[in-house]
């Protein structure tokens, strides 16, 4: 009998012998059989709990949510099992989102600037309202009201009442997905996003879109992808230039050079279609939505211009076509380039030549929203669009700007000159549970209530391949503070806010628009819920956490690829002073997103997937490339475009292209509340104004930027390392196996393994036969 | 004690790492639902973090074919603990349903089940925990604060266990499989976390117990865990050749 030492030792531990070692201790083994003489507080049940069903509102993409509450206080966020798109899972802002309700610095009465420079001082909401009225009265249709996207109720409501100024309605998202919903427009005729049935799928190809991490729903495709691993384990095939949540859970990562996306994906067409892995009548269809061809995409040309290599790109060719359903899935930073319409076309184009759209284990078209007059996709506004407007606020022709849930003064980039742009609108009134960064220019900032206080509808985008609307509740009333000197915040819904300022004639209250709409839909007689009156219909949705349909659907009209900018440009960075040249890649946090979250702790402490790091800013930097240019981690790194320059500390690591610096958005806020002021650097303000040629998005991954050593270099706040690692065998951490191979056998080989190299060594070793 | 010997009930947890992406959902769900206090900036930096569930990520291979691998790591509930012997006090013992207890009001402090424990999974707390006087309405009344000076880690969700146990009782039945479940397996999106009852032979952890690719962590400590792992898929390993990552 061969014993290697890790059964030995653990055949010594489990026995007779084991247990004398421990006997010699002193203590028999009875005696530590100890039972607690009186109950621990956890083993006591106390209070009665409810659960209330609602929607995350801003913090995700349609997300159903349960809320614990005990004692009028809410506990606890975790996902809605009946919830069709997140069934019942979570991310890590979820709880991060609670946090804003009880926020410290949580802006508790309406505040007043008196004049531009003045600071802001608390006023009633009488006076408040009556200040709200001049701004409209005064505006005279010169009006834009500035949210984030909005679906549902309170993007209606908000329309409707720029509308009913005479003004603009705007959407703010520093992410634009306005090349996406464009590329989906084009290639599948949908105005909605599409879902993506990873479930079902074999294979999965995706492009820049971080779905596991950041994009679309998180939790919702993190359950799907649960279920792509069991059974018949699908294959993950994911591109990007740096390696994402979604890049490390991928079997096969390929990192393009960024703006390549698009000549990978038809690069690894012309693979398929070389090598005939598709039937004709795939190839026929392909061919029509690309009528340009794949003329200029042979292998080495291609593995050329995008810096992946020819045995990669054929490898994914031949397993996406091979190994179907298979389905490709395009967003992220792939988008985000002067080529990106192009680049996602051609990521999508993919589905044409596998046969996957609206297939099982493809991508299935959503359909419209059920409610009339209520959206049920939302993107915001281009940058371009964004350019011209604030051309219109220096220009002195808009009087009043209401501004909601989006930070402007952060999300953009320097070039635009936001702050000076505001300087020139009289009546900047903004909304927001914690001062931010906008409101240190805004004359009325007024209080308002977080997701878990106010009404609303959420219909969530990408939907489940059905119609879905979610509902929003309070889940709790004003809070008073501890010291009990009065409430927390005095604050009010947005959508209630404009309701009140408006002439009423399309709805008094939110709660109203809400019952209405949940009436119209009982009216369908059709749906998740079914009730006898309208009153217990709405009772049945609340309680759901919204309404949906499984026998709606629709179905996608394949289009073409805009091919009209094929090739990506990036910034010039040679004006931008000395130091080395990279490619920025800003990404969104895993826990403060875009930075909506960074006020709150849990989200400021959550460590990185990737680099472990919190409460800061880092540098992603190839570990080979950071040796070459003697940067070690913690070296303060100043990154420089020709917008501007900030501040990030070196974190290397070897899952980044050498020619690539990667920056997590959501700090560097001036103004975001204890835990997030004056906190890391915000990559935003650096990135150039680049432009998609088709849609005028801002191209926020084309930036390229010089990067120097300061000179200081300061501990990255990180969990990595501050535990010690308690590896499998030395070296080996975490057991990998292959398919089909057990862990015995896996442990085996890596414990040879490990015995030969110390051997080499050596330094003797001893395998107890 | 041996799992025979226990109720009806073995409290466990199966972790497919295969599943795992590092989101770190877990994490954040066990801190709002523990009562643990903020990882500041400033205790993060002092390696002084309380993190009774971690996602630990390793580096395998470098540029272009880097692999980065996670695994969630928390208190594993031995049965063989090796930090239960070394208290002088018992606060930490072995309960009647298989699982590791830490008695608040018992610990002295001496941090000997910290330095027995090969998991690395308990926390002193070295300071008094603070939280700013709003954020103390989201506090859990089910879990007790921890004061300054005691040690804490992982307890399965002790007090939804007992909810779920009692609300069992009072239904008439026995505990469902899948009722009761920890605060990480519940926000885990792609159900790498798998809490259940290993005495029950049909339960759901004990079924993937019994996959193939099922280990424990430092197997040869012997200190019989009731955290099963099953190992990482790589569906282009070559069968046979050991794997090799490095930390950092």
């Known amino acids: 009998?061969?014993?290697?030492?890790?059964?030995?030792?653990?055949?010594?531990?489990?026995?007779?012998?084991?247990?004398?070692?421990?006997?010699?201790c002193g203590l028999p083994e009875r005696e530590l059989i100890v039972q607690s003489p009186v109950d621990l507080p956890e083993d006591l049940v106390r209070g009665e709990d409810a659960w209330y069903a609602t929607s995350m509102g801003d913090f995700t993409n349609g997300d159903g949510v349960l809320v614990r509450v005990m004692q009028g206080r809410a506990k606890k966020i975790e996902g809605n099992p009946d919830h069709p798109v997140n069934r019942g899972k979570a991310t890590a802002r979820y709880d991060s989102a609670l946090q804003l309700l009880y926020h410290p610095d949580r802006i508790s009465e309406p505040m007043l600037r008196y004049s531009k420079n003045g600071n802001l001082v608390e006023i009633s909401w009488d006076q408040a309202d009556t200040r709200f009225k001049e701004a409209l009265s005064n505006a005279n249709g010169a009006l834009?009201?500035?949210?984030?996207?909005?679906?549902?109720?309170?993007?209606?409501?908000?329309?409707?009442?720029?509308?009913?100024?005479?003004?603009?309605h705007m959407a703010f998202d520093p992410v634009e997905q306005g090349v996406?919903?464009?590329?989906?427009?084009?290639?599948?005729?949908?105005?909605?996003?599409?879902?993506?049935?990873?479930?079902?799928?074999?294979?999965?190809?995706?492009?820049?879109?971080?779905?596991l991490g950041t994009w679309g729903s998180p939790a919702g495709n993190g359950v799907k992808y649960g279920e792509f691993r069991e059974g018949d384990r699908g294959y993950l095939i994911h591109a990007e230039p740096r390696m994402s949540v979604t890049s490390a859970a991928a079997d096969l990562w390929l990192a393009p050079i960024p703006g390549t996306e698009g000549v990978l994906a038809l690069g690894i067409a012309r693979v398929i279609v070389g090598e005939e892995l598709v039937s004709d009548a795939n190839l026929s269809a392909f061919n029509a939505v690309l009528p340009d061809g794949l003329n200029g995409y042979g292998i080495v040309d291609v593995a050329n211009r995008t810096g992946v290599s020819i045995g990669k790109i054929e490898k994914a060719a031949r397993h996406f076509a091979d190994h179907t359903?298979?389905?490709?899935?395009?967003?992220?930073?792939?988008?985000?380039?002067?080529?990106?319409?192009?680049?996602?076309?051609?990521?999508?184009?993919?589905?044409?030549?596998?046969?996957?759209?609206?297939?099982?284990?493809?991508?299935?078209?959503?359909?419209?929203?059920?409610?009339?007059?209520?959206?049920?996709?939302?993107?915001?506004?281009?940058?371009?669009?964004?350019?011209?407007?604030?051309?219109?606020?220096?220009?002195?022709?808009?009087?009043?700007?209401?501004?909601?849930?989006?930070n402007i003064v952060h999300g953009m980039p320097n070039s635009v000159a936001i702050r000076e742009a505001l300087g020139h609108v009289p009546n900047v009134i903004a909304f927001g549970a914690v001062h931010d960064d906008t409101m240190d220019f805004a004359d009325l900032v007024l209080p308002e209530q977080t997701f878990l206080e106010a009404w609303g509808t959420d219909i969530p985008e990408p939907g489940p391949g059905y119609q879905v609307v979610g509902t929003q509740q309070p889940v709790v009333g004003p809070t008073i503070s501890q010291d009990e000197s009065g409430l927390i915040s005095d604050a009010r819904g947005f959508g209630d806010t404009l309701l009140a300022m408006s002439d009423g004639s399309y709805g008094s209250s939110m709660e109203g628009l809400v019952k209405d709409s949940l009436s119209d839909l009982h009216s369908t007689g059709s749906g998740s819920v079914s009730a006898s009156s309208t009153s217990l219909f709405a009772n049945g949705a609340l309680q759901r956490g919204g309404w949906w349909d499984t026998s709606t659907g629709a179905l996608s009209n394949v289009g073409k690829v805009n091919t009209s900018a094929k090739d990506a440009g990036y910034s010039d960075a040679g004006s931008a002073g000395s130091g080395t040249e990279f490619h920025l890649v800003p990404f969104v946090s895993n826990s403060l997103g875009d930075g909506r979250l960074a006020s709150t702790p849990w989200a400021q402490q959550t460590?990185?997937?990737?680099?472990?790091?919190?409460?800061?800013?880092?540098?992603?930097?190839?570990?080979?490339?950071?040796?070459?240019?003697?940067?070690?981690?913690?070296?303060?790194?100043?990154?420089?475009?020709?917008?501007?320059?900030?501040?990030?500390?070196?974190?290397?690591?070897?899952?980044?292209?050498?020619?690539?610096?990667?920056?997590?958005?959501?700090?560097?806020?001036?103004?975001?509340?204890?835990?997030?002021?004056?906190?890391?650097?915000?990559?935003?303000?650096?990135?150039?104004?680049?432009?998609?040629?088709?849609?005028?998005?801002l191209a926020w991954a084309a930036t390229k930027v010089k990067v120097q050593r300061a000179g200081r270099r300061v501990k990255v706040p990180k969990f990595e390392g501050n535990v010690e690692a308690r590896p499998i065998e030395p070296g080996v951490p975490v057991l990998v196996v292959g398919v089909d191979e057990t862990a015995h056998d896996a442990q085996e080989a890596n414990h040879h393994e490990y015995q030969k190299n110390f051997l080499l060594d050596g330094e003797g070793g001893d395998d107890h036969e | 004690m041996t799992t025979a010997e226990f109720g009806s009930h073995n409290w466990g947890m199966v972790v497919d790492v295969d599943k795992c992406i590092g989101c770190n959902a877990c994490v954040i769900a066990c801190q709002a639902e523990n009562n643990i206090p903020i990882n500041t900036q400033d205790r993060v930096e002092r390696a002084r973090s309380i993190s009774w569930i971690r996602v630990e990520r390793y580096w395998e291979g470098d540029f272009p074919d880097a692999k980065a691998r996670f695994i969630p790591i928390m208190c594993q509930h031995c049965e063989n603990a090796p930090c239960e012997p070394v208290c002088p006090v018992y606060a930490t013992y072995h309960n009647s349903?298989?699982?590791?207890?830490?008695?608040?009001?018992?610990?002295?402090?001496?941090?000997?089940?910290?330095?027995?424990?090969?998991?690395?999974?308990?926390?002193?707390?070295?300071?008094?925990?603070?939280?700013?006087?709003?954020?103390?309405?989201?506090?859990?009344?089910?879990?007790?604060?921890?004061?300054?000076?005691?040690?804490?880690?992982?307890?399965?969700?002790?007090?939804?266990?007992?909810?779920?146990?009692?609300?069992?009782?009072?239904?008439?039945?026995?505990v469902v499989d899948g009722a009761i479940q920890t605060a990480c397996s519940t926000a885990c999106p792609t159900s790498a976390l798998n809490f259940g009852n290993f005495n029950d032979p049909n339960s759901k952890v004990s079924k993937m117990k019994e996959d193939q690719?099922?280990?424990?962590?430092?197997?040869?400590?012997?200190?019989?865990?009731?955290?099963?792992?099953?190992?990482?898929?790589?569906?282009?390993?070559?069968?046979?050749a050991g794997e090799a990552a490095t930390h950092g």
């Open chain 1, 607 to 697: 460590p990185d997937p990737i680099s472990s790091a919190s409460w800061s800013t880092w540098a992603e930097i190839n570990s080979k490339r950071a040796d070459e240019l003697g940067i070690k981690e913690g070296d303060v790194l100043l990154i420089r475009s020709t917008s501007g320059e900030i501040e990030a500390l070196a974190y290397p690591h070897p899952g980044i292209r050498p020619d690539v610096i990667g920056i997590p958005m959501g700090q560097g806020h001036h103004k975001s509340g204890r835990y997030a002021e004056d906190r890391g650097s915000n990559v935003l303000s650096i990135l150039v104004d680049e432009k998609d040629t088709v849609t005028g998005a």
């Open chain 1, 325 to 406: 359903p298979s389905v490709a899935i395009g967003g992220g930073s792939a988008g985000a380039h002067t080529n990106g319409t192009f680049n996602l076309g051609a990521i999508y184009a993919l589905n044409v030549l596998v046969g996957a759209v609206d297939a099982k284990g493809g991508v299935t078209a959503n359909p419209g929203s059920a409610l009339k007059d209520i959206p049920a996709s939302a993107t915001g506004a281009s940058f371009e669009a964004w350019e011209a407007e604030l051309a219109q606020w220096r220009a002195g022709n808009v009087e009043t700007v209401i501004i909601r849930s989006a």
């Open chain 1, 144 to 168: 834009t009201v500035v949210t984030n996207p909005l679906r549902g109720t309170l993007g209606s409501v908000a329309s409707k009442f720029a509308a009913q100024y005479g003004g603009k």
């Open chain 1, 180 to 211: 996406l919903h464009g590329a989906v427009k084009s290639v599948f005729g949908q105005d909605q996003l599409p879902t993506f049935d990873i479930s079902n799928a074999h294979t999965v190809l995706s492009f820049g879109a971080d779905w």
């Open chain 2, 213 to 240: 690719r099922h280990y424990t962590l430092l197997d040869q400590f012997a200190t019989d865990p009731n955290v099963i792992y099953l190992a990482k898929i790589d569906a282009d390993k070559k069968v046979g």
């Open chain 1, 1 to 24: 009998m061969k014993l290697n030492r890790r059964e030995f030792l653990a055949l010594t531990g489990k026995t007779a012998a084991g247990a004398v070692i421990f006997a010699a």
């Open chain 2, 97 to 174: 349903e298989g699982n590791n207890v830490q008695v608040y009001n018992r610990c002295v402090g001496t941090r000997y089940c910290a330095n027995a424990c090969p998991y690395i999974v308990r926390f002193f707390n070295y300071w008094e925990p603070v939280w700013p006087e709003s954020l103390r309405n989201h506090l859990n009344p089910d879990v007790t604060v921890r004061s300054r000076g005691i040690m804490e880690k992982c307890s399965f969700c002790v007090h939804r266990i007992r909810r779920g146990s009692r609300q069992a009782r009072s239904e008439g039945h026995e």
